[in-house]
């Protein structure tokens, strides 16, 4: 038979559909569930009141994040130490009671493997390519660089999934967001994927599944794919994929949950025939080019306000649209920015390194990298490099990481999400920047009146050292 | 889920475009374990600037909410439905809608309404004084003054929110297609249809 060509993502959706409803909505089956502590309480909550159970216990993995302190966790004596924040801790100990209740793995928060649930799932192997898997966190859309169809839910669809281990779900529109050529030297995948948000816009991608696809993409790390995929819902999208290749497969081998044996060699064979076929078409197309391209910091409180590094802070008037205009204005103003300003001007207290788009153990190499034998600027205040799990840490102190960064005076902590959302101690003080490898700057993000400016981990740990906004290509060496 | 077929009152004339999640609920109220008692954080740093309409005594209660293009985009908590429903509202009507968001407010019974700006513009300038009439039912917005907008749902969730159906009890329902579907998975797809249970 010979078939219509499809997409990776209509490849994978098909293979997923359950049951289609007469108005087109599917359910789709999920393979892989992700659980965190903050919205799962109602989900579980639910089910207890409904008086249901878990489907597929085996396929859902718990693990505490989002309130963690990164500060020690267990005292001298190997006890474990109290959470100080009330609301913080009742979170976490709701998931830690919850888990087993429902018969579901969790990873503790004094386990090694513990970390943010994004960089838990591909570095368990647990999450795999052409899987569906989902968690109610929007950036779950991370997973699509292991090849995956992942996107966040809501805590309901989280009870959802849960019980029935299903969604309904209607099919997205595919778009195409091609770079080919090379990145510069000095260009990370994060530049890449803000300047990709900058394009599109915050709304562009809505409706949308996108694939990652040129060259850029073939030559990239899962890691780099991992942070590229991550911010795809800040250009709108609900996921975004890139097709599992041989890079794939390499990185997945061995992982705890990955499969083994026959099931490894049936698991290739179905990952290689669900690329994108010839002559399949896409709802929409981007094409942008990879030389175009610059390390890229934003000016204002959303994702999509970009900027090369080279440039200057934009006057409101640049911008065609009217309510564009209006917005540029009121972000200038809680950013205190004038504009014209050169981005190097601008002066930074405090850098953050770490989050599901940039805590992996090439990231905190990158900022190591600039970071080895200088030392922080007199005017940053606060420098925190927080890694995604238990076993980056156990990795970059193997290298020596560790040393590099408490000896140029940033911080080494304990794995969480810190920062990118301040639900835990770490936040950035009202009025003050932070040079941020988060994914998110809008208002308040980081703290109440903290101004997030989002970069690559290379770009944040030069800002540590010049303490302002720098082009990190100015500092180091950087080889073709 | 309370069924919803109608919704006649006060509309909070916002407004404002691309308001994300964090504007409707700031990340420091998602720290609670149950639904409830989040209408009080909700758009809390708006309710601190001078002349907003969320503390307009006029708006306290009303059941909709206008807003601009893009409303709920950002993260996927569902506390931002949870809050809109605690401070009593039913209805959020504007241009456009965070895919998540929607997804959201849908599941916990709040109607969203898609129109045209200039739709939007006109029901800004009603609400001002007089109350918005929205019928699910004929799907329409209708106003005192004879105005009336035609809006689009999914039929599926129209039939839901008009017979307050939980969605969850809806899909237990196919059980049977379930297992169906997970027999086929672990000869197809093995490597997905199972974890390794010696994993750590
Ligand atoms: S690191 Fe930030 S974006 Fe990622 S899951 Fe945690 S809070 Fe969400």
Redesign the pocket.
């Known amino acids: 038979m010979t078939e219509n060509p499809r997409t990776l993502y209509e490849k994978i959706w098909d293979a997923h559909v359950v049951d289609r409803q007469e108005d087109g909505t599917c359910l789709v089956y999920i393979d892989r569930h992700l659980v ?1 502590e903050v919205t799962s309480p109602q989900a579980f909550e639910g089910l207890r009141v409904a008086g249901r159970k878990v489907r597929r216990p085996d396929l859902t993995l718990a693990v505490p ?2 309130n963690l302190p990164t500060t020690a966790r267990i005292d001298a004596d190997g006890k474990e130490l109290p959470i100080a924040d009330p609301q913080s801790a009742q979170q976490l100990s709701a998931l830690k009671a919850n888990a087993p209740d429902f018969g579901i793995r969790y990873i503790d928060a004094t386990d090694r493997e513990q970390g ?3 960089v838990v799932g591909p570095e368990q192997g647990f999450s795999l390519p052409g899987a569906t898997i989902v968690c109610g ?3 779950t859309a991370c997973h699509g660089g292991i090849g995956a169809l992942a996107f966040g839910i809501g805590t309901t669809e989280v009870e959802h999934v849960l019980a029935s281990q299903t969604l309904l779900l209607r099919q997205s529109k595919t778009m195409e967001v091609r770079v080919d050529g090379d990145l510069s030297p000095g260009v990370t995948p994060k530049d890449l994927i803000l300047h990709i948000v900058g394009v599109i816009g915050t709304a562009g991608g809505t409706g949308y599944v996108i694939e990652y696809r040129g060259s850029v993409f073939e030559k990239m790390s899962v890691e780099g794919r991992l942070t590229v995929c ?1 911010m795809s819902i800040e250009g709108g999208a609900r996921a975004g994929i890139v097709a599992p290749d041989e890079t794939t497969f390499e990185y997945l081998k061995g992982r705890p949950y990955a499969p083994k044996g026959e099931d490894w060699d049936k698991a290739i064979a179905w990952w290689k025939s669900i690329a994108t076929d010839p002559g399949a078409s896409f709802d929409k197309s981007v094409v942008i080019d990879a030389a175009d391209i610059q390390p890229t910091v934003t000016w204002g409180t959303s994702p999509e306000d970009t900027v090369a590094i080279g440039g200057v802070v934009p006057s409101p008037e640049s911008f065609a649209d009217a309510s564009k205009q209006q917005a540029a204005k009121v972000s200038l103003e809680y950013m205190g920015l004038e504009p014209g300003t050169k981005l190097t001007d601008v002066e930074v207290e405090n850098i953050f390194i ?4 940039n ?1 992996r153990i090439e990231d905190i190499r990158a900022a190591a990298k600039v970071l080895k034998g200088r030392k922080k600027a007199a005017n940053v205040k606060w420098a925190i490099v927080v890694p995604g799990s238990g076993l980056v840490k156990q990795q970059a102190e193997a290298e020596g990481l560790d040393r590099i960064i408490t000896d140029a005076g940033l911080e080494w902590r304990e794995p969480g ?2 920062a ?2 301040a ?1 835990n101690p770490d936040k950035v003080p009202a009025g003050e920047r932070c040079a941020s490898t ?3 700057n809008f208002t308040g993000r980081q703290g109440p009146g903290s101004r997030t400016h989002l970069m690559s981990p290379a770009m944040a740990a030069a800002v540590a050292i010049t303490g302002r906004l720098t082009d990190v290509r100015d500092l180091v060496e950087i080889q073709a | 889920m309370e069924p919803i077929s109608h919704v006649n009152g006060a509309a909070i004339p916002f407004g404002r475009k691309n308001v994300d999640t964090d504007v409707i609920i700031p990340a420091h109220w998602l720290k609670t374990i149950s639904r409830e008692g989040l209408g009080q954080g909700a758009f809390e740093a708006v309710k601190t600037e001078d002349g907003n309409v969320f503390v307009d005594p006029q708006y306290e209660g009303a059941p909709i909410l206008i807003a601009g293009d893009n409303f709920g985009c950002g ?1 996927s908590r569902e506390h931002a439905a949870w809050a809109l429903l605690d401070m009593g509202l039913k209805c959020v009507i504007a241009p456009s809608f965070s895919d998540i968001f929607s997804g959201n407010a849908f599941k916990n019974g709040i109607l969203t309404v898609a129109l045209p700006q200039e739709a939007i513009d006109r029901l800004m300038e009603v609400a001002q004084t007089d109350p918005i009439d929205v019928d699910l039912e004929t799907q329409t917005v209708t106003t005192p003054f004879q105005d009336r907008y035609a809006f689009e749902i999914d039929s599926f969730r129209k039939h839901c929110l008009l017979n307050g159906l939980d969605e969850v009890g809806l899909t237990l329902g196919k059980v049977g297609k379930i297992a169906e579907y997970e027999d086929k998975a672990a000869s197809g797809l093995p490597f997905l249809a199972k974890t390794v249970a010696s994993a750590a």
């Open positions: 965190h994040d989002h943010i649930v994004h966190d929007s950036h991550n770490g989050s599901c788009t805590s999400c810190s990118c959302l639900m988060s994914n998110r | 993260s």
